[in-house]
C-alpha cells in the first residue's frame, strides 16, 4: 500500500517538538559575524544531516508498514487510503474467513501502532539533537561575544 498519504510518519506525535527545535536552530543562527560562517555552516550540515536522517528513518518506518498492510490485505483486510487501521470484525464471527480477517486486522493494528511509536521517537530524538545542536551555536555565539577584536595597523 505505497503511497499512503498520512501513515504514521506523517501522523502527529513530535512533530510540533521537531518543529520547534527546528525553528531555534534557524534563529541562533541569525546575526552571525563573519569569523563565526564556517562554524555555522558546519553546524548547518549537522542540522540537515539530522533532518536527512529523521526523513530516511521516516521512510524506512513507512515502507515496513506499506509491507504489513500489503500482508494483510492479501487476507481480506481493508485498509483505507490514510493507512489506519479499519475496525476489528465481530469476535463471535462462526466462520473461519471472518476469524482470519480479525487476526490479520489485530496483526495490522499493532503494527500500525508500533509504527506510530517509532515514528514519533525518531522525531523526538531529532528535537533532542537538534536542540542540542542549537545549544552549540548559542555557545559559539558566546565565545565569539567574549573574544575581543582587534585592529590590525
Not at 42 to 65: H, P, R, T
Not at 101 to 111: K, T
Given at each position: 500500500?505505497s503511497?499512503?498519504?498520512?501513515?504514521?510518519?506523517?501522523a502527529?506525535?513530535?512533530?510540533e517538538?521537531?518543529?520547534?527545535?527546528l525553528?531555534?536552530v534557524?534563529?541562533a543562527i541569525?546575526?552571525?559575524?563573519?569569523a563565526t560562517?564556517?562554524?555555522v555552516?558546519?553546524?548547518?550540515?549537522?542540522?540537515?544531516g539530522?533532518?536527512?536522517?529523521?526523513?530516511a528513518?521516516?521512510?524506512a518506518?513507512?515502507a515496513?508498514?506499506d509491507a504489513?498492510a500489503?500482508t494483510?490485505a492479501?487476507?481480506?483486510?481493508?485498509i483505507?487510503t490514510d493507512?489506519?487501521?479499519?475496525?476489528?470484525p465481530?469476535?463471535?464471527?462462526?466462520?473461519d474467513?471472518?476469524?482470519?480477517?480479525r487476526?490479520?486486522?489485530?496483526?495490522?493494528?499493532?503494527?500500525?501502532?508500533?509504527?506510530?511509536?517509532q515514528a514519533?521517537?525518531?522525531r523526538?530524538?531529532a528535537a533532542?539533537r537538534?536542540?542540542?545542536?542549537?545549544?552549540?551555536?548559542d555557545q559559539q555565539h558566546v565565545l565569539?561575544?567574549?573574544?575581543?577584536?582587534?585592529?590590525?595597523?
Amino acid at each position: 500500500m505505497s503511497g499512503m498519504p498520512d501513515g504514521p510518519a506523517g501522523a502527529d506525535g513530535g512533530s510540533e517538538e521537531f518543529g520547534g527545535a527546528l525553528t531555534q536552530v534557524l534563529e541562533a543562527i541569525g546575526g552571525c559575524d563573519l569569523a563565526t560562517v564556517d562554524a555555522v555552516a558546519v553546524l548547518m550540515s549537522q542540522a540537515a544531516g539530522i533532518v536527512d536522517g529523521l526523513a530516511a528513518e521516516l521512510a524506512a518506518i513507512q515502507a515496513g508498514l506499506d509491507a504489513q498492510a500489503h500482508t494483510a490485505a492479501r487476507y481480506g483486510v481493508t485498509i483505507g487510503t490514510d493507512g489506519q487501521p479499519p475496525p476489528l470484525p465481530d469476535r463471535a464471527a462462526a466462520n473461519d474467513a471472518t476469524a482470519s480477517i480479525r487476526h490479520w486486522a489485530l496483526a495490522y493494528r499493532h503494527a500500525f501502532e508500533l509504527a506510530r511509536a517509532q515514528a514519533r521517537q525518531a522525531r523526538l530524538s531529532a528535537a533532542r539533537r537538534l536542540t542540542d545542536l542549537c545549544a552549540a551555536i548559542d555557545q559559539q555565539h558566546v565565545l565569539a561575544a567574549s573574544v575581543p577584536v582587534t585592529s590590525r595597523d
